[in-house]
């Protein structure tokens, strides 16, 4: 078996041991350090760095960088809390929000949400949000017949489009652009029986956004409301 070199970076202090390649990100986590995240996937092998959660500083660099796209260098000296960080963070948070529509008592996440977890951590009242770009509802996708994609609390995170590539189908990908950006869905029967023994777009979306069919809560939306 091939040995896996370790080398040794400080993060907040800690001396902390990650095999040589790692990301930032991933080598703070398991060392118990938090570093807030949405749209990171340990597997995959180009990170998407879309959220913008995970800045950090670096010893030596002029200006943050995300955690989840910086690998490890021995030596390294990383900072994960600053005023300019929890600044960044804040920023970025409140503009993913911007896409999100908190139906939370209509939601598949209820009790065990990411997105809560992460307000609470930066200190952010969901009801203060600056940022609303999306100004109408939109209608929900309902053409997969085994989940339900709602647009209105999508955060394009990526994730559900990382893991169907990722499972050989590539049926759920991005369309359009800019604030118009929504994911789709293109199916076919194959693909909709392999998507029936999978569901992982269910299970990785942080967002409650990709609803299994027999959810309980489904809501339909009214398009004609405005948000």
């Given at each position: 078996m091939e040995k896996v070199e370790e080398i040794t970076i400080k993060i907040d202090g800690i001396s902390v041991s990650a095999k040589k390649g790692e990301?930032?990100?991933?080598?703070?986590?398991?060392?118990?350090?938090?570093?807030?995240?949405?749209c990171a996937v340990r597997e995959a092998k180009i990170p998407f760095g879309s959220c913008r959660l995970c800045f950090v500083e670096i010893e030596g660099r002029t200006g943050p960088v995300t955690a989840c796209t910086e690998p490890v260098k021995e030596g390294m000296v990383v900072r994960t809390d600053s005023d300019r960080i929890s600044r960044l963070r804040r920023t970025a948070f409140e503009l993913i929000m911007a896409?999100?529509?908190?139906?939370?008592?209509?939601?598949?996440?209820?009790g065990k949400c990411e997105l809560l977890k992460i307000a609470r951590d930066l200190g952010i009242k969901l009801k203060s949000l600056r940022f609303r770009k999306r100004q109408k509802v939109l209608p929900l996708d309902e053409t997969n017949p085994f989940f339900i994609y709602d647009p209105n609390?999508?955060?394009?995170?990526?994730?559900?489009?990382?893991?169907?590539?990722?499972?050989?189908?590539?049926?759920?990908?991005?369309?359009?652009?800019?604030?118009?950006?929504?994911?789709?869905?293109?199916?076919?029967?194959?693909?909709?029986?392999?998507?029936?023994?999978?569901?992982?777009?269910?299970?990785?979306?942080?967002?409650?956004?990709?609803?299994?069919?027999?959810?309980?809560?489904?809501?339909?939306v009214d398009t004609k409301n405005e948000m």
């Open positions: 990301k930032i990100l991933w080598a703070a986590l398991d060392a118990g350090i938090n570093i807030p995240n949405l896409y999100h529509q908190m139906e939370c008592r209509n939601c598949i996440n209820r609390k999508c955060i394009l995170c990526g994730k559900c489009v990382w893991v169907c590539h990722e499972k050989g189908e590539g049926k759920i990908d991005f369309a359009f652009r800019g604030i118009d950006t929504i994911i789709t869905y293109k199916g076919d029967v194959l693909s909709e029986q392999k998507c029936a023994l999978s569901g992982e777009c269910i299970k990785i979306c942080p967002a409650g956004a990709m609803i299994p069919r027999n959810f309980s809560l489904i809501k339909k």
